[in-house]
T-cell receptor
Framework: NAGVMQNPRHLVRRRGQEARLRCSPMKGHSHVYWYRQLPEEGLKFMVYLQKENIIDESGMPKERFSAEFPKEGPSILRIQQVVRGDSAAYFC??????????????FGAGTRLSVL | AQKVTQAQTEISVVEKEDVTLDCVYETRDTTYYLFWYKQPPSGELVFLIRRNSFDEQNEISGRYSWNFQKSTSSFNFTITASQVVDSAVYFCALRGQLGDNDMRFGAGTRLTVKP
């Protein structure tokens, strides 16, 4: 059973470009979460999605950031017009649908975004 | 408000020493979950343990043990006979009742185990 897959592992963008980060949840998981980890800091929640729905985006910056989890395919975190402050590690986590296990989030290896 | 505090930013020990990583949390929820994750140098986050607020029984898994004390709002993690491979950043996290999607992480404790 493959774990949570994130790609790319490393992404370099120049200021003003767009960054697309992909996350394929574990098999059988329909809940996806995105977190951001700034250097030397803990993880900060960004957004929680279920298939085709954004459930909670309270941690997402209001501008330039968007997320989706389509019916088919991976979840995508998109950052438009990146700035240097967006440089961070972005982690995706997934959890299964079954209620008893809802609270265990399994994390991917992260995508490290560097903005030049 | 929910908050997790890991007061130890960095800890350095010599192999075979025991080490305890502290975690103190704040929450108004009566039902909540506590977690520990390990982030080795390779960067991924590895799930170690989940504890719910109704289960204060301490847990041991090999060289790892966890001490959950509601009275002091602490969920400390002890590694016995540490090894170099234990070197990593360890995160404590808190999640509230079902439906609370915001899992709060502490800032992490960087553990270095020297040979």
């Amino acid at each position: 059973n493959a774990g949570v897959m994130q790609n790319p592992r490393h992404l370099v963008r120049r200021r003003g470009q767009e960054a697309r980060l992909r996350c394929s949840p574990m098999k059988g998981h329909s809940h996806v979460y995105w977190y951001r980890q700034l250097p030397e800091e803990g993880l900060k929640f960004m957004v929680y999605l279920q298939k085709e729905n954004i459930i909670d985006e309270s941690g997402m910056p209001k501008e330039r950031f968007s997320a989706e989890f389509p019916k088919e395919g991976p979840s995508i975190l998109r950052i438009q017009q990146v700035v240097r402050g967006d440089s961070a590690a972005y982690f995706c986590a997934s959890s299964p649908e079954r209620e008893g296990l809802l609270n265990i989030q399994y994390f991917g290896a992260g995508t490290r975004l560097s903005v030049l | 408000a929910q908050k997790v505090t890991q007061a130890q930013t960095e800890i350095s020990v010599v192999e075979k020493e025991d080490v305890t990583l502290d975690c103190v949390y704040e929450t108004r929820d009566t039902t909540y979950y506590l977690f520990w994750y390990k982030q080795p140098p390779s960067g991924e986050l590895v799930f170690l343990i989940r504890r719910n607020s109704f289960d204060e029984q301490n847990e041991i898994s090999g060289r790892y043990s966890w001490n959950f004390q509601k009275s002091t709002s602490s969920f400390n993690f002890t590694i016995t006979a540490s090894q170099v491979v234990d070197s990593a950043v360890y995160f404590c996290a808190l999640r509230g009742q079902l439906g609370d999607n915001d899992m709060r992480f502490g800032a992490g404790t960087r553990l270095t185990v020297k040979p």
